[in-house]
């Protein structure tokens, strides 16, 4: 095998653990969240439209997070700057 076709696996495998890793932690940061604001929900009961307002936040930006994980491994899988 030549040196293109390693290089080319290997980021294909490294491109799969990073999609993989980036919706993994995504999906604990959405249960993060979202029990913390039940927690702080049951605490206090009348604070509920700002801690939902505040938790609805910080789930997009939570939810951005896999997307911009998805741009740089698809820079690396179709625009791969290892391939001289």
């Not at 993060?32 to 206090?44: F, H, V, Y």
Request: hydrophobic share 60%; with cysteine; charged share 10%.
């Amino acid at each position: 095998m030549d040196a293109t076709t390693i290089i080319t696996a290997a980021t294909a495998i490294s491109v799969g653990i990073i999609l993989a890793a980036a919706g993994m932690g995504s999906a604990i940061g959405w249960g993060l969240i979202c029990s913390k604001a039940l927690e702080g929900i049951s605490r206090q009961p009348e604070m509920r439209p700002q801690l939902m307002f505040n938790m609805f936040i910080f789930a997009g930006l939570m939810e951005s997070f896999p997307f911009i994980v998805m741009a740089f491994a698809l820079w690396f899988l179709f625009a791969n700057p290892f391939l001289g």
